[in-house]
């Protein structure tokens, strides 16, 4: 059975920096690509980046590009998102997805809380 | 980038009813590429249909899409109590952005 868990959700301050996890089982994870999709409170959803199954093609939405770093390690089966330069409008739920076009499984989610 | 609004923003129906859930997008895309999911409090979404005539893993036969150009319909054929929830259409055809609908509420009447 197919399983995401992110992780490393947490309050940080405006500016801060923060890196997601998304662990991910019952699946061959190197040949599947992946996406980062996150969802403020209350709102839609905002896909954010993707990335290929061996990281050669990666996108980014152009609310967090030349912020948010995606990367991947396939020896750990992990995904990962590298978040700097945080504002309060990336106060939000942010989903690892499965992307087999289209993106199929979803994590249950971690919550990043910016605010001073 | 292909901008989809849905329509209406809310949608109160009963029960056995028939529901119809529209999204228009801003330049031509293939429904190859266009997936719809559903959304309930506190939960992950969770793809329903996609491409011109699949359903996801589980996925019961009374949901359904269809459209063309700009034009794209979810149509639940009889509705079920559990499928009461927020629905999004989301384009995945442009890989420099992928973009979603801001969501339908599919609400008890």
């Known amino acids: 059975e197919v399983h995401l868990v992110e992780s490393g959700g947490r309050l940080v301050r405006p500016g801060g920096s923060l890196r997601l996890s998304c662990t991910a089982t019952?699946?061959?994870?190197?040949?599947?690509?992946m996406s980062w999709v996150r969802q403020a409170p209350g709102k839609g959803l905002e896909w954010l980046s993707y990335?290929?199954?061996?990281?050669?093609?990666?996108y980014y939405a152009d609310s967090v590009k030349g912020r948010f770093t995606v990367s991947r390690d396939n020896a750990k089966n992990s995904l990962y998102l590298q978040m700097n330069s945080l504002r309060a409008e990336d106060t939000a739920v942010y989903y690892c997805?499965?992307?087999?076009?289209?993106?199929?499984?979803w994590g249950q989610g971690t919550l990043v809380t910016v605010s001073s | 980038e292909i901008v989809l609004t849905q329509s209406p923003g809310t949608l109160s129906l009963s029960p056995g009813e028939r529901a119809t859930l529209s999204c228009r997008a801003s330049?031509?895309?293939?429904?190859?590429?266009l997936a719809w999911y559903q959304q309930k409090p506190g939960r992950a979404p969770r793809l329903l249909v996609y491409?011109?005539?699949s359903r996801a893993t589980g996925i019961p036969d009374r949901f359904s899409s269809s459209g063309s150009g700009t034009d794209f319909t979810l149509t639940i054929s009889r509705l079920e109590p559990e499928d009461f929830a927020v629905y999004y259409c989301?384009?995945?055809?442009?890989?420099?952005?992928?973009?979603f609908g801001q969501g339908t509420k599919l609400e008890i009447k």
């Open positions: 019952g699946f061959t994870f190197n040949t599947y690509s």
């Open positions: 997805t499965r992307d087999g076009r289209p993106s199929d499984y």
């Open positions: 989301q384009q995945y055809g442009s890989e420099l952005m992928y973009t």
């Open positions: 491409g011109a005539s």
């Open positions: 330049q031509s895309l293939s429904i190859t590429y």
């Open positions: 990335i290929s199954s061996i990281s050669t093609t990666i």
